[in-house]
């Protein structure tokens, strides 16, 4: 039950400390609980409730010894009446109260010393469940079932605690009787509390606040907390407090704007939060220039390889791994993000110029270069990093992080593994880029191209032996022209890759057509690849769905590709190969001996056919050493078992030339130039050249 005492409360209001002072009478007389006042050995004071149970509820007070009431209030000492030596503490008693018509009623309660001078003490005490009055148990249970914390205060006085609030709390009614509840579950950081409640309480008759509260143990609460006054008799003479635990909300509220400011996978921040830290530390770069920041933009180079080969799973575990070795390579104060999908992104703050920023980049692609372990096996991902600083420029942190976009797009161009730094003139290819990517975009969508053949001939006898695919752009008047300055647009934008899948696509249908019409007629399609088609993780996984798909025979499918293709890195170009042969195609070099250098291809790479220059070609009918150099690699190419193909053959002294050395097959104008599919298959049909 509560007590009464004298302290100063978490609110206070003016109003005498006199005990006997008509307001506190009335706040005492509203209690449901017996409130005795003793002074000198005697009874001096009763409150309402005490007054009804001794059958005196509207006669006057008179003052009458202690022990004529409270039989064994003081068990064990000589004189009952003797006030005990105490703490400021209340302490519990239990005794017989002498009421009304001669009944003796169990009682327990709190007994507190006031003043040993005055020899004064407040005693509070409530009968037993079965003895206590209807009304006064009916209050009791009411608040002894809210769940909140109630507390009533009055003056500086702590009058009553219900149940709840020990049990959010910790601290019982005994120990907080009369106490100062700011020196209980009031932290120092919330002491200026009291004065602002007042304030709001005095203008607005109630306050209400969310706050944080201090427990028995020294834990902290997350509470709200309400107070409104009390009145007596038209008077305000106190306050009642009220706690509600919202600790659990709290926690929800923070998770919630957790996960709405964070990617659910790696817990790194997501795009948002992103920008918003990226908005912080242009700002601070705005106000102290010696202090600039930039941008990191990274996206791995073999993501979806992995995922279609490894399945999601193991890609979701290369994903955290990736934040995980973000966040060790940086910095405490830079923050790295994942954008979405296989594109992470970095704020470095507090750098002076680009050389900086290069040394953070370094670390972060050191990190990415070593292998990942999932489910046990090394993985090799690689990352293309993009890198631009801050400058005057970047009105907005979306244009910091579009440069960085934009050379990191340069650094995958460059074959990945590596990282750019963003600068005016990238900006301005990267303008000229996007245009000429629209345009390309526009011809990709009205479907404006198709392939068209040119056919390759046996030299010794002029027969039909297949066709090369070849793009070709259809004009708005109907006429068609090359391909090959669009192609350079969708090697720098990389729609090569989606336009080679096509042509894949394109090719293997035009083969199971014409094996259905010309069933006798066994021809080979080749189709170009470029360099970035070539290594682009997907490009074997692609070439196998589509041979799955279509059901296309894949020994008549021959795949050129450039020696300089083939010589950006000739250990992975073997690797490449070699899983396209395991799919059962055939593989070629073409533009082979532009360079006259790598002749170690013919005998390291796994190779079925080279494309000789069209420039050593013209060279054929004119003698010298040029000569001399082409009928050695037509040699070299029929001794090491690799078929060889005379391109851009012109005239007829160059056809009878190439005879002479013995070069088997062969191709250009002279022959036939590129035709459309239905003239393709009538040279099909017809089976060999005629000149």
């Known amino acids: 039950?509560?007590?009464?005492?004298?302290?100063?409360?978490?609110?206070?209001?003016?109003?005498?400390?006199?005990?006997?002072?008509?307001?506190?009478?009335?706040?005492?007389?509203?209690?449901?609980?017996?409130?005795?006042?003793?002074?000198?050995?005697?009874?001096?004071?009763?409150?309402?409730?005490?007054?009804?149970?001794?059958?005196?509820?509207?006669?006057?007070?008179?003052?009458?010894?202690?022990?004529?009431?409270?039989?064994?209030?003081?068990?064990?000492?000589?004189?009952?009446?003797?006030?005990?030596?105490?703490?400021?503490r209340a302490r519990p008693f239990h005794a017989t109260l002498a009421a009304a018509g001669g009944h003796l009623l169990p009682v327990e309660?709190?007994?507190?010393?006031?003043?040993?001078?005055?020899?004064?003490?407040?005693?509070?005490?409530?009968?037993?469940?079965?003895?206590?009055?209807?009304?006064?148990?009916?209050?009791?249970?009411?608040?002894?079932?809210?769940?909140e914390a109630i507390v009533i205060v009055h003056g500086v006085h702590?009058?009553?605690?219900?149940?709840?609030?020990?049990?959010?709390?910790?601290?019982?009614?005994?120990?907080?009787?009369?106490?100062?509840?700011?020196?209980?579950?009031?932290?120092?950081?919330?002491?200026?509390?009291?004065?602002?409640?007042?304030?709001?309480?005095?203008?607005?008759?109630?306050?209400?606040?969310?706050?944080?509260?201090?427990?028995?143990?020294?834990?902290?609460?997350?509470?709200?907390?309400?107070?409104?006054?009390?009145a007596v008799g038209g008077a305000n003479v106190g306050y009642v407090l009220t706690y509600r635990d919202i600790g659990m909300r709290k926690q929800m509220e923070a998770r919630l704007q957790y996960d709405a400011m964070h990617d659910a996978l790696t817990g790194l921040p997501n795009r948002a939060l992103f920008l918003d830290r990226l908005t912080l530390a242009m700002n601070r770069r705005a106000r102290r220039r010696d202090q600039n920041c930039g941008v990191l933009f990274l996206d791995l180079d073999r993501f979806k390889e992995i995922n279609d080969t490894l399945g999601h799973a193991a890609g979701d575990l290369l994903l955290v791994a990736v934040a995980k070795r973000?966040?060790?390579?940086?910095?405490?104060?830079?923050?790295?993000?994942?954008?979405?999908?296989?594109?992470?992104?970095?704020?470095?703050?507090?750098?002076?110029?680009?050389?900086?920023?290069?040394?953070?980049?370094?670390?972060?692609?050191?990190?990415?270069?070593?292998?990942?372990?999932?489910?046990?096996?090394?993985?090799?991902?690689?990352?293309?990093?993009?890198a631009a600083m801050a400058g005057p420029d970047h009105a907005a942190p979306e244009l910091l992080i579009r440069d960085a976009d934009f050379a990191m797009y340069r650094a995958k161009q460059g074959g990945g593994n590596r990282f750019e730094i963003f600068d005016r003139r990238l900006e301005v290819h990267a303008s000229s880029l996007q245009e000429r990517e629209q345009g390309l975009r526009a011809v990709l969508d009205k479907r404006e191209f198709e392939l068209w053949y040119q056919p390759i001939y046996r030299l010794i006898n002029g027969k039909l032996e297949g066709f090369e695919s070849l793009l070709r752009r259809r004009r708005a008047d109907g006429s068609f022209e090359s391909f090959r300055e669009?192609?350079?647009?969708?090697?720098?934008?990389?729609?090569?890759?989606?336009?080679?899948?096509?042509?894949?696509?394109?090719?293997?249908?035009?083969?199971?057509?014409?094996?259905?019409?010309?069933?006798?007629?066994?021809?080979?399609?080749?189709?170009?690849?470029?360099?970035?088609?070539?290594?682009?993780?997907?490009?074997?996984?692609?070439?196998?769905?589509?041979?799955?798909?279509?059901?296309?025979?894949?020994?008549?499918?021959?795949?050129?590709?450039?020696?300089?293709t083939l010589s950006d890195n000739p250990d992975a170009a073997v690797a490449i190969l070699q899983r396209m042969i395991d799919c059962n195609v055939r593989v070629a070099i073409d533009n082979f001996g532009s360079n006259l250098a790598p002749l170690n291809h013919l005998v390291r790479l796994p190779i079925d056919m080279v494309k000789l220059d069209s420039k050593l070609t013209m060279t054929a009918a004119t003698g010298g050493r040029h000569a001399a150099i082409l009928e050695s690699l037509i040699h070299l190419g029929r001794s090491l078992g690799v078929r060889v193909v005379a391109q851009g053959i012109e005239t007829l002294d160059q056809l009878n030339a190439l005879r002479r050395m013995g070069c088997e097959l062969g191709q250009g104008h002279l022959l036939s130039r590129a035709v459309e599919p239905n003239k393709a298959q009538r040279l099909a049909e017809q089976g060999y050249w005629i000149g």
Request: include cysteine; proline fraction near 5%.
């Open 1 to 88: 039950m509560g007590i009464a005492g004298l302290a100063r409360g978490e609110m206070s209001v003016n109003l005498p400390e006199n005990s006997d002072s008509v307001q506190q009478q009335a706040v005492l007389d509203a209690l449901p609980a017996l409130v005795f006042l003793q002074r000198e050995g005697s009874i001096v004071s009763a409150n309402a409730e005490a007054r009804l149970v001794l059958g005196l509820a509207e006669a006057a007070w008179v003052p009458r010894p202690t022990e004529d009431l409270l039989w064994g209030l003081f068990p064990g000492t000589a004189e009952p009446q003797t006030l005990l030596a105490g703490s400021e």
């Open 109 to 147: 309660g709190t007994y507190r010393l006031l003043s040993a001078e005055l020899r004064e003490a407040v005693i509070v005490a409530h009968l037993s469940d079965r003895e206590q009055a209807p009304k006064s148990r009916l209050m009791e249970d009411v608040l002894a079932s809210i769940p």
């Open 158 to 230: 702590v009058l009553y605690t219900n149940p709840a609030f020990t049990q959010m709390f910790g601290y019982t009614a005994e120990e907080v009787s009369g106490g100062n509840l700011r020196e209980f579950i009031v932290p120092e950081t919330r002491q200026h509390e009291n004065a602002m409640l007042q304030k709001m309480v005095d203008e607005y008759s109630r306050a209400a606040m969310e706050t944080v509260r201090q427990t028995k143990d020294g834990e902290l609460v997350d509470v709200s907390l309400m107070a409104a006054p009390l």
């Open 326 to 386: 973000l966040n060790e390579a940086l910095r405490p104060h830079d923050t790295a993000a994942r954008l979405g999908g296989d594109e992470f992104a970095v704020v470095v703050e507090n750098i002076l110029d680009a050389s900086d920023l290069c040394i953070v980049a370094t670390r972060v692609l050191r990190e990415m270069l070593r292998p990942f372990e999932i489910f046990g096996n090394p993985v090799f991902a690689g990352a293309s990093i993009g």
């Open 486 to 564: 669009l192609l350079s647009v969708a090697e720098d934008t990389g729609l090569s890759i989606s336009i080679g899948r096509e042509t894949m696509n394109d090719v293997c249908r035009q083969l199971l057509h014409w094996a259905a019409v010309l069933p006798e007629v066994d021809l080979t399609l080749t189709v170009n690849l470029s360099s970035r088609q070539f290594y682009h993780p997907d490009m074997v996984a692609q070439l196998r769905s589509v041979l799955a798909t279509t059901g296309a025979r894949p020994s008549s499918l021959l795949f050129e590709m450039s020696e300089s």
